[in-house]
């Protein structure tokens, strides 16, 4: 059967890509997972890789062309395959977005249960499914005052989303300063809606919440999703006389999970992150239901010392290159509006100070402090490493040598990228962790 290859999702805010090059002509025979053309967004240029084995029998979307979000590029037969030129046009036709959306609204119109009070059980409980339950309690929403659509009077995670807009809850993404108690604000990132585990991502050392700006598009229609910029980092508060410890971040990071309400989340950390999430694991665990650490720190001694040598020079354009270099396997993600971003991160005011400390905190000369360690047998929860296969900053087989040690851990290398696979490869990175929180769910 054929394949339609559609423009993907990278971004909360994107909307449409641009088809910058085809790396393979009509007639070439392609494999699941080979990358076939290049998008470019305003956030980001990668490679877009075939979701299917078979032959690339037409190419919808030219080089230049701009193609909106989940709209047809191309078409991958299927081994053998013979298609006609009358089926191309009409799988061309129905996977267009317009169509999709005339055909939900007809199913809307259609099809839908009147909406009525929802009903009771012996004791007054009101009749909701759990993941309405869960959901409801998110958005701070009253079930008594939400109408049922379900069967029997029961009221869905649909119903209660309803609601939520017209009380003016907003999935939207936007961002939120939250107050910790000792004066300092984080700043975080809030999207998403859908039944799925709630969603916690914590970025790396010197990053931002935009770290996780692609993965999130493929997360947010089924999670609710917050991305923390770390303290010292992002628009959060940048405070000289803040503990920027492995343990002093996980403590701002476990009081803004607490008031974000966001019940048993997943924390999802990259590098420094990960190092951050399991300490909360081991320490706070019923806060949380499960963790994945990318490319974690904290988990064995070395880290590079080209990473430590750059952090103890100059913020700049300079610094900014070389550390995106030691991210990136793929070097043309190495552009120079991403130096751009980066330097200009680091040279707000009181960045880079409050970044060097957390770098003398964690890590010195090549090497990771005792401090910023975690000890994976005391992690009771389900843990999911994932590590780029040629990880330059943090070796994989320290992954390798921590699995055995973790009573609940599984291992899931991505190929073929370097220390960020959520930017190199997102939507891998993102289908393993939709996979982990359904199973701890």
């Excluded at 394949?3 to 025979?29: F, H, I, Q, R, S």
């Excluded at 958005?139 to 309803?162: N, Q, W, Y």
């Excluded at 809606?193 to 931002?208: K, Y």
């Excluded at 040629?390 to 899931?412: E, I, N, T, Y």
């Amino acid at each position: 059967m054929a394949t339609v290859v559609k423009m993907p999702k990278w971004g909360l805010t994107m909307t449409a890509g641009t088809v910058t090059g085809w790396l393979y002509d009509e007639g070439a025979e392609i494999s699941e997972g080979d990358p076939i053309f290049t998008v470019e967004t305003e956030k980001a240029v990668n490679d877009v890789e075939a979701p299917a084995d078979g032959v690339l029998v037409k190419i919808v979307a030219a080089q230049g062309e701009e193609v909106p979000v989940s709209g047809p590029v191309a078409i991958i037969a299927a081994p053998g395959e013979t298609i006609t030129e009358e089926n191309l046009a009409s799988l061309i036709a129905e996977a267009s977005p317009k169509k999709a959306a005339a055909a939900s609204t007809a199913a809307a119109a259609g099809g839908a249960r009147a909406a009525r009070a929802a009903s009771r059980d012996e004791s007054g409980r009101v009749n909701a499914s759990p993941a309405a339950r869960r959901r409801a309690q998110e958005l701070g929403i009253d079930l008594t005052a939400v109408e049922a659509t379900g069967p029997d009077g029961r009221i869905t995670s649909e119903d209660v989303e309803r609601a939520a807009a017209e009380a003016g809850a907003d999935p939207t993404p936007r961002e939120e300063r939250i107050a910790l108690n000792d004066g300092r604000e984080l700043s975080v990132l809030l999207a998403g809606e859908g039944d799925g585990a709630p969603l916690i991502f914590l970025h790396g050392l010197g990053g931002s919440q935009s770290t996780w700006q692609v993965v999130l598009g493929d997360l947010v229609d089924r999670h609710r999703v917050a991305a923390i910029d770390l303290p010292g980092h992002g628009a959060s508060d940048r405070s000289a006389e803040a503990d920027y410890s492995i343990s002093g971040i996980a403590l701002a990071v476990t009081e803004a999970i607490d008031k974000l309400g966001l019940r048993k989340p997943v924390l999802i950390g990259h590098s420094l992150g990960g190092a951050v999430a399991l300490r909360i694991a081991a320490e706070t665990a019923n806060t949380i239901s499960g963790v994945v650490a990318i490319d974690s720190a904290g988990l064995g001694d070395e880290i590079s010392a080209a990473l430590t040598d750059l952090m103890a020079g100059a913020a700049g354009p300079e610094t900014a290159r070389g550390l995106l270099q030691l991210f990136y396997q793929d070097q043309k993600l190495v552009n120079d509006r991403g130096v751009t971003e980066m330097a200009a991160m680091q040279q707000v005011d009181g960045a880079w100070v409050a970044q060097q400390a957390v770098a003398r905190a964690a890590f010195a000369d090549g090497q990771q402090q005792e401090a910023a360690r975690v000890d994976p047998a005391s992690i009771h929860l389900p843990v999911l490493l994932i590590w780029g296969e040629h990880d330059g900053v943090l070796p994989m087989q320290h992954a390798v040598d921590a699995l055995p040690k973790f009573p609940d851990a599984s291992l899931a290398i991505v190929r073929n990228v370097g220390h960020v696979p959520q930017v190199e490869n997102p939507t891998r990175t993102a289908t393993l962790i939709t996979r982990f929180s359904k199973s701890v769910a």
